[in-house]
């Protein structure tokens, strides 16, 4: 099963090297660099199967920070309000709930350790000032150093942030829909994709409703909007969507007027057009890149003026929706972590001065003509079977229109789920396959 899922995405011409992501999986399913060789740094992780091992403890700076040597060399340091804050015994902390008993009110942030002790070489003691006593395991200690190093891997370990921009020369990461449904491996390297590249296309799948239903049910569970735990996309006679006719849909995200928009989109396709109906995508980090070098102040309008967005209508129920979103969203970093850009409803109210409006249009102008590069777009037609999944954030979508015809000729089921229920699946996943505690 693994040397059909490396061939397909060894074709795959994914700017950013993506056939060297068919190396072995590291822990947290990161990507050893290539060529890169072992290094060992201050707070750096052990090598795989390695239990961390203490040398020495010693308390800092008035006791206002302990510092721990490790047996390879290296060392960390802990201020002791976190040490206290996070003591692992049964009085300070719930372990079947993994959850802090402690209440912050009770916490001394000035508190200092009155002894700390190695008590073996896997774990270290600290007395407080008021007799309480802590432990602490070595191996807890060394994920949670405060090194830059350190903090690095955790955040790469719960968030795999690691990004792989595309254009027009991609090929779809292509995986068999029943192979991630019943199969735990192939179900891991399908999200990993998902999050990495922002897009996989899943084949295999019953011509019928449903099947999407299965797939919510893999991950979790479906995000409930106004238009139902699924929908059905096809030409509709007085349609309350401009995706339900057969017109061409320019680039967008779905979804930009609620507040916190569906993460990862959904799309099956159950009957398809013979003229026309073709699927477009596009990778908005990529793109918002590309902007920001070529018009760094038109990407400044973009992630910082709030554009209106309604949405009125009858569906699951009747709804009158509206929300202020930045077509960029960005960062601490100034780095694009969100696209909420929907050309159709986009409102006609639009809360910023007069004089301000004209730069605006300039701007989106721009990132809309980017989008539509043959550069950075990428065609494609599903065929009934096909599941399209992907970052409802980063990838926008469209269609090419298709002829109208007196029965549905083109159908697709859609759903949405939220990149908090697709990550702590994945995170499950990671734990089951890589054996992971």
Not at 134 to 146: D, G, I, T, V
Not at 316 to 321: E, L, M, T
Not at 409 to 419: I, S
């Amino acid at each position: 099963m693994w040397r059909v899922v490396a061939t397909v995405l060894l074709r795959a011409k994914v700017p950013g090297g993506w056939a060297r992501s068919l190396r072995p999986l590291l822990p947290g399913g990161r990507l050893p660099l290539a060529g890169a060789a072992p290094q060992r740094c201050r707070g750096a992780a052990p090598a795989a199967g390695m239990s961390p091992r203490l040398r020495k403890v010693e308390a800092l700076d008035a006791g206002h920070f302990v510092r721990v040597e490790w047996e390879d060399g290296s060392e960390s340091r802990y201020p002791c309000v976190w040490l206290r804050d996070n003591c692992q015994c049964p009085d300070c902390f719930l372990r079947s709930a993994k959850a802090r008993k402690l209440l912050f009110e009770d916490l001394d942030v000035n508190i200092v350790a009155k002894e700390v002790a190695l008590a073996d070489r896997e774990k270290i003691s600290i007395t407080w000032p008021d007799e309480h006593m802590s432990e602490y395991e070595a191996e807890w200690l060394k994920k949670r150093c405060f090194s830059e190093k350190a903090r690095a891997e955790m955040r790469e370990d719960l968030f795999l942030p690691e990004c792989q921009h595309w254009g027009s020369d991609l090929q779809l990461p292509q995986m068999p829909f029943e192979e991630i449904i019943y199969n735990d491996e192939s179900a891991y390297k399908w999200l990993c994709t998902l999050k990495k590249v922002g897009i996989v296309l899943l084949t295999g799948a019953a011509t019928q409703q449903g099947e999407l239903v299965k797939l919510g049910h893999r991950i979790g569970f479906l995000r409930l909007t106004f238009y139902g735990p699924t929908w059905q996309v096809q030409d509709k006679a007085g349609a309350n969507n401009v995706a339900y006719t057969t017109g061409k849909l320019c680039f967008h995200t779905d979804y930009p007027v609620l507040q916190h928009p569906p993460g990862v989109q959904f799309l099956h396709c159950i009957k398809q057009t013979d003229a026309g109906g073709e699927s477009e995508v596009v990778d908005g980090f990529h793109v918002s890149n590309k902007l920001k070098k070529q018009n760094p102040e038109a990407f400044q309008i973009l992630s910082s003026t709030a554009v209106d967005y309604t949405d009125v209508g009858v569906d699951y129920c009747d709804f009158a929706v509206q929300c202020k979103q930045r077509i960029i969203d960005v960062d601490s970093r100034g780095q694009a972590v969100r696209i909420n850009y929907n050309n159709a409803t986009r409102d006609t109210v639009f809360d910023i001065p007069a004089e301000k409006v004209r730069p605006f249009y300039a701007a989106l102008k721009e990132f809309n003509d980017l989008l539509n590069s043959t550069e950075h777009k990428f065609t494609y037609k599903l065929k009934p079977g096909d599941i399209v999944t992907f970052d409802n954030w980063r990838v926008l979508h469209g269609r090419h229109s298709y002829p109208s015809g007196s029965t549905v000729t083109r159908h697709l089921e859609g759903a949405y789920a939220d990149w908090d229920v697709v990550m702590s699946r994945l995170r499950l996943l990671r734990k089951k396959v890589l054996n992971r505690d």
